[in-house]
């Protein structure tokens, strides 16, 4: 069983269109990261929350990490054909990210 | 980034043979990691190492072994390579007081 569940496991839009993306937990994490990876390259790294309530805003991105530091979402607004890709969360249970442990993953695509 | 190349890019290999991945970095980074990454699971922890022979077991170890005698290098093996290994396979790097793990681009192995 993995310790963080993402939804919607895949996510088709159209340009222009607000979406939210959760990544669940039972589990309570020191930080958690949200990573964002292209067609045939690794993921790169957007944003690391590590407050309980904590909101980053990245442009149109916008991360919230849950009061109880257990989940997070991503919350993308007017959403452009640049966005899309596979969107992974991770959770580090200690401090320091030299362990993460990684979402199933969002697959979004944004239809121009 | 951290200088990340991955050996080969793409294997096609057959049941039951050994197969060994490589991950050089240049950056001189004291942890290395091996993912594998499926549809639906996101990515996985295979094994980390945390310093020259120093190596630990991730979630999804089995059927898997890797060593690390060099800051740079860090190889995994597969054994006996099974169908369930086919996979993409990522290697990251990460050292403290760097926000992100950082990854290469990924091999993407096919167990016939």
């Known amino acids: 069983t993995q310790l963080l569940e993402q939804s919607p496991q895949f996510l088709s839009i159209q340009e222009g269109e607000n979406l939210t993306v959760y990544c669940n937990s039972s589990?309570?994490?020191?930080?958690l990261q949200w990573y964002r990876q292209e067609p045939g390259e690794g993921p790169v790294l957007l944003v690391t929350?590590?407050?309980?309530?904590e909101v980053k805003k990245l442009k149109r991105l916008t991360f919230q990490f849950g009061d109880a530091r257990k989940d997070s979402s991503l919350h993308i607004t007017a959403a452009q054909p640049g966005d899309t890709g596979l969107y992974l969360c991770a959770g580090a249970m200690v401090r320091g990210n030299e362990k993460l442990t990684f979402g199933t993953g969002t697959r979004l695509t944004i239809i121009p | 980034d951290a200088g990340i190349t991955q050996s080969p890019r793409h294997k096609v290999t057959e049941t039951g043979t050994p197969v060994t991945l490589r991950c050089h970095q240049t950056e001189n980074h004291r942890y290395m990691y091996w993912y594998r990454q499926d549809p639906g699971h996101g990515l996985r922890l295979i094994h980390y190492?945390?310093?020259?022979?120093?190596?630990d077991k991730g979630e999804v170890s089995d059927g898997y072994s890797v060593s690390r005698s060099k800051t740079e290098d860090f190889l995994l093996t597969l054994e006996s390579a099974t169908s369930s290994q086919t996979s993409v396979y990522f290697c990251a790097t990460w050292t403290w007081g760097r926000e992100t793990q950082y990854f290469g681009p990924g091999t993407r192995l096919l167990v016939l």
């Open positions: 190492s945390y310093g020259v022979k120093d190596t």
């Open positions: 589990s309570v994490f020191s930080s």
């Open positions: 929350v590590v407050t309980g309530g």
